[in-house]
C-alpha cells in the first residue's frame, strides 16, 4: 500500500530535529533508518502527519570514548557498530548481537538508536543493553536528561522517551580485563527475530564468577534480567555444573508470549538453555 500524505522535514541538527517535531505535534514521529517505521507507513498502520527524518544530523552518529564509558550516537547504522574497533574492545557483546540482526541490507540502513527506541521485545539489542548497563541520553526543549536501560523500557514497544524527546546517544560502561561476554540466540531460519535470546556479560576472579548480568529476549513485554540466575552465579565456581544450576532458575520472573513460533512453556525452555549456553561462553569454560 501506498503511506498516507504526511509532512516531510529533514534537519541538520539536534535543535532543528527538536523543533520539527514540536511543530508537527503529537502525530509526528522519527524516521531514523527507517527499517520500522516505513513498513508499518506502508501498511496504513500509522499514519504520522509529519516525519522528521534524521539522516543528515551528523553529531547523532559516531563512536567515541568519554572516560569510563562508550559513546554511541543513535543514528549509527548497525554496520558501522558492528565494525567499529572501541566496541570490538570494550563492548563485543554489543558487536555480537548487531551481526545477528536481520540482514546486510537492513545493517547498512538500519540505526542502533533506532533499534533501541524502537523496543520491540523480540529485537536484539535491548536485552543486551539492560545487560550493559547502558544509559540513554534523551534531548527535548527542556535540555538533555539520562535514563538508565532498566528505566528506559517501559512496555511492549513502549520506552520513557516523551512524545517531544529524541534519542540522541547510548552511554555504555567499557568492561575489560576479566569480563567475557556471548550472546546467544534462537530464531527460525525464515527470519531474523529472536525466539528467545540472551546476552550474558560475565566477570571471573580466582576461579569464581564473581559477578554476571544476563539479558533476556523476548522473554515478557519488556526486555529482563535475569536476576535469580545472576544471583545463584555470584561467588559461584566457574563450572559447567554450578552454571546449569544457575542457568535453571533463568526464567523466574518471566512472562513469555505464546504466538506461532512458540508456546510460552518451550519459551522458558529456550531460556534455561540459551542461559546455560550463554554463561559457559562468557565464563571461557568449555563445553
Do not use: C
Request: proline fraction near 5%.
Amino acid at each position: 500500500m501506498i503511506p498516507a500524505a504526511f509532512e516531510y522535514v529533514r534537519p541538520s541538527t539536534v535543535d532543528e530535529a527538536l523543533r520539527a517535531l514540536a511543530d508537527g505535534g503529537e502525530d509526528a514521529k522519527i524516521l531514523a533508518g527507517g527499517q520500522s517505521l516505513i513498513p508499518v507507513m506502508r501498511l496504513r498502520l500509522a499514519a504520522p502527519s509529519t516525519v522528521v527524518d534524521l539522516t543528515r544530523v551528523s553529531e547523532l552518529r559516531g563512536v567515541r570514548e568519554d572516560g569510563d564509558a562508550l559513546v554511541i550516537g543513535a543514528m549509527t547504522t548497525h554496520s558501522d557498530v558492528v565494525s567499529d574497533p572501541l566496541i570490538a574492545q570494550h563492548a563485543p557483546l554489543i558487536a555480537q548481537a548487531t551481526e545477528t540482526v536481520a540482514d546486510r541490507q537492513v545493517r547498512h540502513r538500519g540505526t542502533f538508536g533506532g533499534a533501541l527506541a524502537h523496543a520491540d521485545p523480540a529485537g536484539d539489542l535491548p536485552a543486551v543493553a539492560l545487560a550493559l548497563d547502558a544509559e540513554f541520553v534523551l534531548a527535548g526543549a527542556g535540555g538533555r536528561r539520562t535514563v538508565p536501560a532498566r528505566e528506559f523500557f517501559v512496555d511492549y514497544l513502549t520506552t520513557a522517551l516523551a512524545e517531544d524527546e529524541i534519542l540522541v546517544e547510548v552511554r555504555v560502561p567499557k568492561l575489560a580485563g576479566q569480563w567475557g561476554m556471548h550472546y546467544e540466540k534462537f530464531n527460525r531460519v525464515a527470519q531474523a527475530w529472536s525466539i528467545v535470546a540472551v546476552a550474558a556479560a560475565v566477570r571471573r576472579e580466582d576461579g569464581h564468577i564473581a559477578e554476571a548480568r544476563i539479558g533476556l529476549t523476548n522473554m515478557g513485554p519488556t526486555p529482563l534480567r535475569a536476576t535469580a540466575t545472576e544471583q545463584a552465579l555470584a561467588g559461584a565456581t566457574a563450572g559447567a555444573d554450578a552454571i546449569a544450576g544457575a542457568a535453571a532458575h533463568a526464567a523466574e520472573g518471566t512472562a513469555p508470549s505464546d504466538d506461532l513460533n512458540a508456546k510460552a512453556d518451550y519459551r522458558e525452555h529456550l531460556a534455561r538453555v540459551l542461559t546455560r549456553r550463554a554463561v559457559t561462553a562468557a565464563a571461557g569454560i568449555q563445553g
